[in-house]
């Protein structure tokens, strides 16, 4: 089902499509290829809203594909072949945050195709976008399978040298519940990387052994006694290059245990975000609100601040070589 959903200030529709398979409905919009909502046997397991201002004015990248870098870039400084590149710098002026302003997020993605399984989206970041060089063209493919999985498969191609790490933004609460604190969380990491102050990885790689950021064997969001302050906003790094094939990278389960939901992915890093700043001011879906905590990210990407780091992979796509992703949400 396809239908409009609102018109943007210039003056261009959202086209909202509704995919249906088995226990799994998802609503995608044009408008920053979001997964308005995500619904597992008639209840919502991700966040959103009900119409297109609140996604103007209130949201955190709710839903959102993130792009053309997801992430920070510190001081928005990019060098590609010894020129350098000013980014857009909006994150308090300071730092480049998911590709800028006006960054994949915040775009109105062409509409290619769709059936009732799967819908095909396309977007143009036009050279200079942003600040970065290139024209690049992405690709995005969600598809319901008959396995109960949403998933996501991005591709993008380039006609300059230019970083393209992209990512699924959603906010994850499988039970409805107020906040996620008692979800169980697992992911596949033996390290992480441990950030500054303005978030960015410092470009050490840490063991997550003995640490709040051991999720190997599954563990509560919940921060247990001594672990107050401890902040869940890092890349967990699930290995040190993108693969071919779909790996294991975490599970999440509800409180009471009775849904689950698996991340699989090509990419070698999942940033954990748990919104412990929440706090939305207008009305989410079904008219819930949305304080700290009310779900959860699990960014499947490439290390973040990758175009500054000498350690991490590299993330530049150059001419005639395509960028290629799949996560998929995995749900029981
Ligand atoms: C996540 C975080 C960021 C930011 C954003 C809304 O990707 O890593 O810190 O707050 O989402």
Same mark, same amino acid.
Not at 241 to 266: C, K
Not at 305 to 326: C, I, W
């Given at each position: 089902?396809?239908?409009?959903?609102?018109?943007?200030?210039?003056?261009?529709?959202?086209?909202?499509?509704?995919?249906?398979?088995?226990?799994?409905?998802?609503?995608?919009?044009?408008?920053?290829?979001?997964?308005?909502?995500?619904?597992?046997?008639?209840?919502?397991?991700?966040?959103?809203?009900?119409?297109?201002?609140? +996604?103007?004015? %209130?949201? $955190? #990248?709710?839903?959102?594909?993130?792009?053309?870098?997801?992430?920070?870039?510190?001081?928005?400084?990019?060098?590609?072949?010894?020129?350098?590149?000013?980014?857009?710098?909006?994150?308090?002026?300071?730092? %480049?945050?998911?590709?800028?302003?006006?960054? =994949?997020?915040?775009?109105?993605?062409?509409?290619?195709?769709?059936?009732?399984?799967?819908?095909?989206? @396309?977007?143009?970041?036009?050279?200079?976008?942003?600040? #970065? $060089?290139?024209?690049?063209?992405?690709?995005?493919? +969600?598809?319901?399978?008959?396995?109960?999985?949403?998933?996501?498969?991005?591709?993008?191609?380039?006609?300059?040298?230019?970083?393209?790490?992209?990512?699924?933004?959603?906010?994850?609460?499988?039970?409805?519940?107020?906040?996620?604190?008692?979800?169980?969380?697992?992911?596949?990491?033996?390290? +992480?990387?441990?950030?500054?102050?303005?978030?960015?990885?410092?470009?050490?790689?840490?063991?997550?052994?003995?640490?709040?950021?051991?999720?190997?064997?599954?563990?509560?969001?919940?921060? @247990?006694?001594?672990?107050?302050?401890?902040?869940?906003? %890092?890349?967990?790094?699930?290995?040190?290059?993108?693969?071919?094939?779909?790996?294991?990278?975490?599970?999440?389960?509800?409180?009471?245990?009775?849904?689950?939901?698996?991340?699989?992915?090509?990419?070698?890093?999942?940033?954990?975000?748990?919104?412990?700043?929440?706090?939305?001011?207008?009305?989410?879906?079904?008219?819930?609100? #949305?304080?700290?905590?009310?779900?959860?990210?699990?960014?499947?990407?490439?290390? $973040?601040?990758?175009?500054?780091? @000498?350690? =991490?992979?590299?993330?530049?796509?150059?001419?005639?070589?395509?960028?290629?992703?799949?996560?998929?949400?995995?749900?029981?």
């Amino acid at each position: 089902m396809i239908q409009d959903f609102g018109v943007l200030p210039d003056g261009t529709t959202v086209r909202e499509i509704t995919l249906k398979k088995g226990p799994l409905e998802a609503s995608v919009l044009t408008y920053g290829a979001i997964i308005r909502d995500l619904k597992v046997d008639g209840q919502s397991v991700t966040l959103g809203f009900e119409d297109l201002q609140s +996604y103007l004015d %209130h949201s $955190p #990248y709710f839903g959102a594909v993130v792009g053309r870098c997801a992430n920070r870039i510190a001081g928005g400084n990019l060098t590609v072949d010894g020129v350098g590149y000013q980014l857009d710098l909006n994150d308090n002026g300071r730092h %480049h945050l998911h590709g800028g302003s006006l960054g =994949f997020s915040a775009r109105n993605w062409q509409l290619e195709q769709h059936d009732k399984a799967s819908v095909l989206l @396309k977007l143009v970041s036009e050279d200079g976008d942003m600040g #970065y $060089p290139g024209q690049v063209e992405a690709l995005l493919r +969600y598809t319901l399978t008959g396995a109960g999985a949403l998933r996501v498969k991005m591709t993008a191609t380039t006609s300059a040298t230019t970083p393209v790490n992209l990512t699924q933004h959603a906010y994850f609460n499988l039970d409805g519940s107020a906040d996620i604190l008692d979800h169980t969380l697992e992911i596949a990491a033996d390290r +992480y990387l441990p950030v500054d102050e303005a978030l960015i990885p410092t470009g050490e790689i840490r063991k997550v052994a003995w640490t709040p950021y051991d999720f190997q064997e599954g563990r509560k969001l919940r921060r @247990k006694p001594g672990e107050q302050g401890v902040l869940y906003d %890092h890349n967990f790094c699930l290995v040190d290059a993108p693969a071919q094939e779909l790996a294991f990278a975490a599970a999440l389960e509800d409180g009471a245990g009775s849904r689950r939901m698996e991340v699989w992915t090509t990419e070698p890093g999942l940033q954990l975000f748990d919104a412990e700043g929440m706090d939305v001011p207008v009305p989410g879906l079904a008219g819930k609100r #949305y304080g700290a905590h009310a779900g959860l990210c699990l960014e499947a990407q490439r290390w $973040p601040d990758g175009v500054n780091q @000498k350690e =991490f992979m590299d993330v530049l796509l150059r001419p005639g070589e395509t960028y290629s992703h799949a996560t998929e949400f995995r749900f029981s």
